[in-house]
């Protein structure tokens, strides 16, 4: 699968329709690029994740994460993306740190063994086929340390409030990229044959992200103590 070609595709489409360039970078990544960029940074503190460990995001988009984890003192940072176009604005969101951004083939991370603290994909599962984001599991365990983790966010059918969505791409009579659905069971399964331990599974509609302070969403959905990124979430361990 070409992802590069559907997703510049729909980048393209993207800025030809929204009325100002900064909200199509915004939203090819789904939107509120400060706040779901926050919830992100505030997941990756929950699960133990230090300022100075090495950070590898496959799918990084225009740098919703980064920019955050920049401005918050994160210091070892390689994001990974197939648009060119949201590389290059992904790092001009993290002019002042010394962050990587690079542009993958699609399915496999061209970091050395044993280097990373953490490999996360946030959004990214959702438009790849099951196959594809099984070998991005199989390289992000290469490369990661002894107890190094994978976060990953995920659309769910275990999940009520994601049917909505998969009605909507039912209902879509060209879609513009590959979306996908995952279950609990799938990836519990996933986990144990690639050999990693589940430290957590969560569907989604449950707020469980600690938040430092509060966030309102473009929609006006607000969070106060704990956030949700909307997605379900799994984080696990190299055991
Ligand atoms: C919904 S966006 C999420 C971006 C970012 N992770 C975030 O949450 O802000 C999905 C991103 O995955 C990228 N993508 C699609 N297929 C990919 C692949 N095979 N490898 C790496 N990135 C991919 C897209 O270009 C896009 O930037």
């Known amino acids: 699968m070409?992802?590069?070609?559907?997703?510049?595709?729909?980048?393209?489409?993207?800025?030809?329709?929204?009325?100002?360039?900064?909200?199509?970078?915004?939203?090819?990544?789904?939107?509120?690029?400060?706040?779901?960029?926050?919830?992100?940074?505030?997941?990756?503190?929950?699960?133990?994740?230090?300022?100075?460990?090495?950070?590898?995001?496959v799918g990084c988009?225009?740098?919703?994460?980064?920019?955050?984890?920049?401005?918050?003192g994160f210091s070892n940072y390689t994001g990974?993306?197939?648009v060119p176009e949201l590389?290059?604005?992904?790092?001009?969101?993290?002019?002042?740190?010394?962050?990587?951004?690079?542009?993958?083939?699609?399915?496999?991370?061209?970091l050395p063994e044993n280097s990373?603290?953490?490999?996360?994909?946030?959004?990214?599962?959702?438009?790849?086929?099951?196959?594809?984001?099984?070998?991005?599991?199989l390289s992000a365990k290469s490369i990661l340390k002894q107890n190094g983790k994978v976060a990953f966010s995920f659309l769910t059918f275990d999940e009520d409030e994601h049917w909505v969505e998969f009605y909507r791409l039912v209902e879509l009579e060209k879609p513009t990229h590959h979306?996908?659905?995952?279950?609990?069971?799938?990836i519990e399964i996933w986990a144990d044959k690639l050999g990693f331990t589940i430290d957590r599974l969560e569907t989604g509609s449950t707020p469980f992200i600690p938040l430092e302070k509060e966030v309102i969403l473009e929609s006006g959905a607000h969070f106060r103590d704990l956030g949700s990124l909307g997605q379900?979430?799994?984080?696990l361990s190299k055991a």
Do not use: W
């Open 2 to 57: 070409d992802y590069s070609a559907s997703y510049n595709k729909f980048f393209k489409k993207l800025k030809r329709n929204k009325s100002s360039k900064n909200k199509a970078y915004s939203y090819a990544v789904g939107g509120d690029y400060e706040e779901m960029g926050y919830i992100q940074m505030q997941l990756l503190k929950m699960i133990g994740i230090q300022p100075n460990h090495r950070i590898v995001d």
């Open 179 to 186: 979306n996908q659905f995952m279950t609990n069971s799938q």
């Open 116 to 137: 990373a603290n953490l490999v996360c994909f946030f959004s990214v599962f959702t438009h790849l086929f099951h196959q594809d984001s099984y070998k991005y599991l």
């Open 80 to 82: 990974f993306d197939v």
């Open 87 to 110: 590389l290059s604005f992904a790092k001009s969101q993290c002019a002042k740190s010394h962050f990587k951004f690079m542009k993958t083939e699609g399915t496999h991370i061209p």
């Open 61 to 72: 988009g225009s740098g919703r994460l980064a920019h955050q984890l920049a401005k918050n």
């Open 232 to 235: 379900g979430v799994c984080v």
